[in-house]
Nanobody, 113 residues
């Protein structure tokens, strides 16, 4: 059974950095594309970043230069490094195995002003 488990969400003050992790089990994740999304108030999942098998990355314009996605295939884990966080970054962050269209449950990030 495939599972994606996010962790690292926290309450942080504005300007701080935070790293989220997503561990994938039940699948050979090193052959998959991984992504990070944020759940919007209306429930849709807004794209943030993507990392392909070869390490190629893609970012939404709003997070370029501020968020960095990376992966450790030895640990079947994908990371989202977030810098200079602002209250507008508050939300539930979800990891996705894009190759099989499978989501994690999310981890909460709250940025206080």
């Amino acid at each position: 059974q495939v599972q994606l488990v996010e962790s690292g969400g926290a309450l942080v003050p504005a300007g701080k950095s935070l790293t989220l992790s997503c561990e994938v089990s039940g699948r050979f994740f090193s052959a998959d594309t991984g992504g990070w999304y944020r759940r919007a108030p209306d429930g849709r999942h807004d794209f943030l970043a993507l990392i392909h098998v070869d390490g190629l990355t893609t970012y939404h314009d709003s997070v370029k230069g501020q968020f960095t996605i990376s992966r450790d295939n030895t640990k079947s884990t994908v990371f989202l490094h977030m810098h200079d966080l602002k209250p507008g970054h508050t939300g539930v962050y979800l990891c996705k195995d894009v190759t099989i269209d499978y989501w994690g449950q999310g981890t909460h990030v709250t940025v206080s002003s």
